[in-house]
């Protein structure tokens, strides 16, 4: 019987990562964990989202390192994704025009001008079949 987890190649991690909008970026603020859920898009295997000022782009600018998950599932398998990295305010006009391209648009009305990008050191996936142990 096949394994009910595998894990995934940088290739495919990263090509499951695009097929969905919506992950979750982990900082940290000393020793306190933050984490916020954000809508998002992969641009030449970095990960891009939009942000406004506030915690969120403060920690991004501040932590050395981050963390970034997303996954998906259905009722016979989902995965997971996760990407280990730095993050950086885009600040230049070519890195923003980039950015701005990748069409990238909040999902609440709320005014998100800054752009964080995520610049993975590591990328790290497992893809999972459902289904109950059948050992006994």
Do not use: C
């Not at 009910?4 to 306190?32: C, K, N, Q």
């Not at 599932?73 to 890195?95: F, K, Q, Y």
Request: charged letters at 25%; aromatic letters at 8%.
């Amino acid at each position: 019987m096949a394994s009910p987890v595998s894990v995934l190649s940088e290739d495919e991690s990263w090509r499951l990562l695009a097929s969905v909008a919506l992950g979750r970026f982990v900082t940290t603020i000393g020793t306190r964990l933050e984490i916020f859920p954000v809508n998002f898009v992969v641009q030449r295997r970095t990960v891009l989202f939009r942000t406004a000022e506030g915690t969120k782009l403060i920690t991004a600018v501040m932590s050395d390192r981050v963390l970034f998950e997303a996954d998906d599932h259905n009722i016979i398998n989902g995965w997971s994704v996760i990407v280990r990295g730095t993050a950086e305010l885009l600040e230049s006009p070519e890195d923003i025009a980039a950015a701005e391209r990748a069409q990238l648009l909040p999902w609440t009305a709320t005014e998100k001008r800054r752009f964080v990008q995520i610049t993975p050191k590591e990328i790290s996936g497992r893809y999972f079949t459902f289904g109950s142990d059948q050992t006994q």
